[in-house]
């Protein structure tokens, strides 16, 4: 039977794994991440990992708001796991040590107020998909009628979301006079902005002496993070016996890239993450906008327009030569979205992430980018869309066709009958409208947009936008999505 990883298997590792250029014994933990999914272990645990061997201080106690399933592997492995970085010529495979625990926190949700509260913790990053920060419309303010931030509210040492914990370990911070950076690595436009205004509205809501030490003592990173990192699978568990000699339940797959640029604005002592591959700047947005338009909002439109062409995964899709037409065309008015990004060349920039995304070494499903479209597509598609409005006054075809496409997606229905799931925390309602009886198409696209909140009212009053969102969507459920990609762009 294969061997599990773990502190006491080291020795049985192939020799061509990487391991850890550390003591793990010396090591102690400086940073509370909060969201430990494939995401951070591929991305900030592995820039930790690097500085570790710089600096014993930064070791992650590791938070998971819900699931106690990470927990529950990574324990038998003594928080040992590993990162398998794929490209089409090499695989490589290091095994990180940068976890020191995980803390379940419905089980034990003091534990992680006192994690947070430790001065020994001078950072927290934040990985809880668009969702969890609770927005409410704007998409930049609290949604105080969110259930679970009611429920914070009513149980405030029982708490559910990161701004309940986070505010209440402040007050133990208070009382310590520990300052505290947080950073966001979500992917949205100034994530830490947004962070901030939660955490501080809803402090004002329970306490505003408590609000106001948070307003001076807290600081609030903006990040930009970005690496490939499909959902594990048991065939990647399968793959950790290959790589590694041992296995692995907790290994993840990814593409070799990385990148991260963060905001410098801690409150006090700062991980050198700049030593070991991490960009700090003063101003991130640049950043931040380049990478969400041009990766997520392409990744979007690969999703929806894929999906509905029958193409489980993304390098499927892009292998397409309509998909990659639109691809092309989108990301040529995206491009017209950007201003000038330190040191990069956009155009390059582009071409590099086709090519990242035709990685089919590092499968990613076209259903897991296809989730929860009413939280993405602001920031990826329809800010840029309203950019191109107002500074050509004409809509961007390429981004209507990926609304029209999102709209079709909805009715969660394939043109060959099949039914499929539509993940979103609007599900249920924006299936029902999508799935409504329209003999008018403009009407149609309205009454979703309008549902879902994703475009602002003057976006929703402008009738040239509509009308073209809804031509797609009629030409797509008369002729197939097929038929009306192949003639797209032509015209
Ligand atoms: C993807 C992102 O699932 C999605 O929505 O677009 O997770 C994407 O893979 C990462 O942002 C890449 O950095």
């Not at 500085?51 to 003594?78: C, E, F, G, Y």
């Not at 920060?133 to 105080?144: F, V």
């Not at 907790?250 to 960009?279: H, M, S, Y």
């Not at 979205?337 to 086709?354: A, C, E, F, G, M």
Request: charged share 25%; with cysteine; hydrophobic share 40%.
């Amino acid at each position: 039977m294969t061997r599990l990883l773990s502190s006491h298997t080291l020795s049985d590792l192939r020799p061509d794994v990487k391991t850890f250029q550390y003591d793990l014994g010396k090591l102690t933990s400086g940073i509370v991440h909060i969201g430990i999914g494939a995401f951070h272990r591929a991305h900030q645990a592995v820039f930790t990992d690097d500085l570790l061997a710089l600096d014993p201080r930064w070791k992650i106690t590791a938070v998971s708001l819900r699931s106690p399933d990470i927990r529950n592997k990574l324990q038998p492995q003594d928080y040992l796991y590993s990162v398998l970085e794929r490209s089409s010529h090499e695989d490589r495979v290091r095994v990180v040590g940068a976890i020191d625990r995980v803390i379940v926190a419905p089980e034990c949700p003091q534990d992680v107020i006192e994690a947070l509260a430790s001065p020994n913790t001078k950072v927290v990053t934040i990985t809880i998909t668009e969702k969890g920060y609770c927005r409410d419309s704007s998409g930049e303010h609290l949604d105080i009628n969110n259930a679970a931030i009611q429920h914070d509210l009513a149980h405030p040492q029982k708490p559910q979301t990161f701004a309940g914990f986070i505010v209440e370990a402040c007050r133990k911070r208070k009382q310590s006079g520990e300052k505290l950076t947080i950073i966001s690595c979500d992917n949205l436009p100034s994530n830490g902005r947004i962070m901030r205004n939660i955490v501080q509205e809803y402090a004002q809501l329970v306490d505003s002496g408590l609000g106001r030490w948070i307003e001076t003592n807290v600081n609030f990173c903006n990040s930009m993070v970005d690496r490939i990192v499909p959902a594990s699978t048991q065939l990647d568990i399968d793959e950790s016996v290959n790589a590694l000699g041992l296995e692995d339940s907790c290994i993840v797959i990814t593409e070799p890239f990385r990148q991260w640029v963060i905001e410098d604005n801690f409150a006090a002592e700062k991980p050198a993450w700049n030593k070991v591959g991490a960009l700090f700047t003063a101003d991130v947005e640049p950043f931040e906008n380049m990478k969400l338009r041009l990766l997520n909002g392409a990744h979007s439109a690969l999703a929806y327009v894929g999906f509905l062409m029958g193409y489980d995964y993304i390098h499927q899709a892009v292998g397409d030569d309509d998909c990659l037409k639109l691809i092309k065309l989108l990301h040529q008015d995206l491009l017209i979205t950007l201003d000038n990004v330190p040191d990069i060349d956009l155009s390059r920039y582009s071409k590099i992430i086709i090519q990242r995304f035709s990685n089919n070494k590092v499968p990613y499903k076209t259903t897991q980018v296809a989730s929860d479209g009413s939280q993405k597509l602001p920031q990826r598609l329809i800010k840029p869309l309203s950019i191109i409005l107002s500074r050509q006054n004409r809509v961007s075809h390429p981004i209507a066709f990926v609304i029209a496409s999102w709209c079709r997606y909805l009715k969660a229905v394939k043109e060959s009958g099949e039914a499929y799931a539509v993940v979103d925390p609007m599900a249920q309602q924006l299936v029902a409208r999508a799935s409504h009886k329209f003999d008018n198409y403009p009407e149609h696209v309205a009454d979703i947009l309008t549902f879902s909140g994703i475009c602002n009212s003057e976006l929703l009053a402008d009738q040239a936008f509509v009308n073209t969102v809804a031509r797609y969507l009629e030409m797509i459920e008369k002729r197939g999505i097929k038929a009306e990609l192949a003639s797209f762009g032509s015209g």
